[in-house]
């Protein structure tokens, strides 16, 4: 079945270190997005790439960093610089089409401890 | 700017009628959509609406698009405890960016 694939669907992080979240799409679409959802909050953008090797930063990039060498992979890495960073962590992709919809994976929990 | 207003909570009882509503900002938008989230689960779509429609109906969701007050509203008839959840509205802008809200917390009592 076509979708977004991501992981994992938890993961712990000790301060300092830099943890690298999943996202994987087998739906052929250019664009792919990383969203952070605070509890109890909506969603806000971290990066987003529109084709493989190019990536722009979106509204909260600072203590993030991506790459795009496939079209079908987006991987996200927190870095140590992320001061906050226990948050539910979404990844879509987008394709032109039917509804010009944007999809989303099913999440990644990331908590500090 | 770029902007998608919703209210944070709707409370109605289960069999009820929910109309959970929606302003934003860009009148150039060409879709309009509204998702659904679960806890914690992604974001699901529910439906969306091309910007040159005033309503589109689909089983037991209507949405309803009021482009001169830039008023998105969805309508959800029978409401049953499966409808708890998050609805986000949100729009597409020319780029590649979907504009989404905060998100509209749906309470069903049974």
Not at chain 1, 47 to 55: A, M, T
Request: glycine content about 10%; overall charge negative; hydrophobic content about 30%.
């Amino acid at each position: 079945d076509g979708g977004i694939t991501q992981s994992p669907k938890y993961l712990f992080r000790k301060e300092g270190q830099n943890v690298t979240l999943s996202c994987e799409q087998n739906l052929n679409h250019d664009a792919m997005y990383w969203y952070r959802q605070d509890p109890g909050q909506g969603l806000r953008l971290i990066y987003y790439s529109q084709i493989v090797n190019d990536f722009q930063k979106g509204d909260i990039a600072e203590g993030y960093s991506v790459s795009r060498e496939k079209k079908e992979s987006f991987p996200l890495t927190v870095t140590s610089a992320q001061k906050n960073p226990t948050a539910f962590y979404l990844c879509a992709s987008y394709g032109e089409g039917s509804g010009n919809t944007i999809y989303f994976g099913e999440g990644s929990w990331l908590t500090v401890v | 700017g770029e902007d998608v207003e919703q209210s944070l909570f709707l409370s109605v009882r289960e069999g009820d009628s929910s109309v959970i509503n929606c302003t934003y900002t860009d009148s150039s938008s060409t879709y309009l959509y509204w998702y659904k989230q679960e806890p914690g689960a992604g974001l699901q779509l529910l439906t969306y609406i091309f910007s040159n429609m005033d309503m589109k109906q689909d089983q037991r969701l209507t949405v309803l698009l009021n482009k001169k007050d830039k008023h998105l509203s969805l309508r959800i008839a029978d409401t049953q405890t499966g409808d708890s959840a998050i609805y986000f509205c949100a729009y597409h802008t020319g780029g590649f960016k979907t504009i989404f809200g905060a998100g509209t917390r749906l309470f069903v009592k049974a």
